[in-house]
């Protein structure tokens, strides 16, 4: 049976060209980037290559770039590096957020280093910009505004470009969490300044297990994992060679095939909307279905006892989709995301997320799976 698989924003699968060249790394690339031998020159030269095309793709420099394990390690470091080395005392953020952030937050809160406050939220899950300008004003700590670029539930997105504005007239620092649109979305990091970003290669088509961190080089922040020189001093512990080339590829593949890939998404998207709204009745989207990100749709089904079992059904019937989150999908524990837009609790919200592999006629399937399932009205 194929299977259709709806869950993009959970991750991605590996783009061949991303595994040709991961291959050719784990084969013949195996020196020790710190050895100052042939074997780790060559080891050396290829991660620094990788970092250029990183930096060149987000107009950083390539001092600015650092590869983590992914984005929780990204956004873990920029918020508690903030706080130790940078005199941060305040953070102003969303309820919102990705746990990786939110529990960070918690854990400062915890050690009595930061004050939190949460910007307000309209009913789409868009940042009230005059709340943000004056909880900004208000307080003389040194503050760090932390706003996740696209909400990995509900596809909202911020306005990068009025919030670094804001920050900056404010003297504040600003962190995105970027796992959900690095690859999908162009980023100019020399025109919209922003003190720290995050991406996780898994969102775009590349590995798990690899990341990186953009750190703005006004901010002297010293290491969150200690021990060897690695990482330009950064990050203790040896260089993910094949995790590394492999982020690299599939972040070049991803923004030099970014028009087609976005159209082709978003066609597919926004059919399955036309699609859902043709057959079913009394549906709600979740966020900002016209203005968020184009590969996310969340769909809150009207309650029913055979909505209860949507994903599971789904499931068996060869379909992938999140109830939610993909972090605590494994166990259906309700959304913090929905429950913090207010969302109905009695309905059953399913996370569709696409990518330029899905089709139509995959939605097609998905559409009539649903109807069998839910036996909705037939036209």
Do not use: W
Not at 60 to 78: D, K, P, V
Not at 205 to 214: A, L, Q, R, T
Request: one cysteine or more; hydrophobic letters at 35%.
């Amino acid at each position: 049976m194929h299977r259709i698989y709806f869950d993009n924003a959970a991750t991605t699968p590996l783009d061949p060209e991303v595994i040709e060249v991961m291959v050719q790394a784990m084969r013949d690339n195996f020196g020790n980037p710190s050895s100052i031998y042939a074997e780790g020159r060559t080891a050396r030269a290829a991660i620094e290559q990788a970092r250029k095309q990183v930096a060149h793709y987000l107009g950083a420099s390539i001092g600015e770039i650092f590869f983590t394990s992914g984005g929780t390690e990204s956004n873990n470091m920029a918020l508690k590096n903030a706080v130790r080395d940078l005199g941060v005392r305040r953070i102003i953020s969303s309820p919102i957020e990705h746990h990786c952030v939110l529990h960070s937050l918690d854990a400062l809160k915890r050690l009595g280093q930061v004050e939190v406050a949460f910007v307000r939220l309209d009913e789409k899950g868009r940042v009230d910009k005059e709340h943000l300008a004056e909880l900004l004003q208000s307080g003389e700590a040194k503050t760090m505004v932390s706003l996740m670029h696209s909400n990995n539930e509900i596809g909202t997105m911020i306005d990068m470009e009025e919030v670094s504005r804001l920050c900056r007239e404010q003297g504040a620092l600003f962190h995105s969490d970027t796992v959900q649109t690095m690859g999908y979305y162009p980023f100019d990091l020399s025109k919209t300044p922003v003190s720290f970003l995050s991406g996780s290669a898994h969102k775009f088509y590349g590995p798990k297990g690899c990341g990186f961190i953009y750190i703005n080089g006004d901010n002297i922040i010293k290491p969150f994992v200690d021990g060897g020189s690695q990482e330009r001093n950064m990050r203790g512990g040896t260089e993910n060679i094949y995790g590394i080339l492999g982020l690299a590829k599939a972040l070049s593949l991803a923004y030099d095939n970014l028009e087609a890939r976005r159209a082709q998404t978003k066609s597919v998207r926004d059919y399955l909307r036309q699609q859902l709204d043709a057959h079913f009745d009394n549906l709600q989207y979740n966020g900002d279905p016209d203005d968020g990100h184009y590969k996310l749709l969340s769909v809150a089904f009207p309650p029913s006892p055979k909505a209860d079992l949507l994903l599971l059904n789904l499931d068996i019937a060869g379909i992938s989709v999140s109830g939610g989150s993909a972090c605590s999908s494994g166990a259906d524990a309700g959304s913090h995301v929905i429950e913090a837009m207010k969302g109905d609790p009695a309905r059953k919200t399913i996370r569709f997320s696409f990518s330029h592999h899905n089709t139509k006629q995959e939605v097609d399937v998905v559409v009539e799976k649903l109807r069998e399932i839910l036996k909705e009205r037939h036209l």
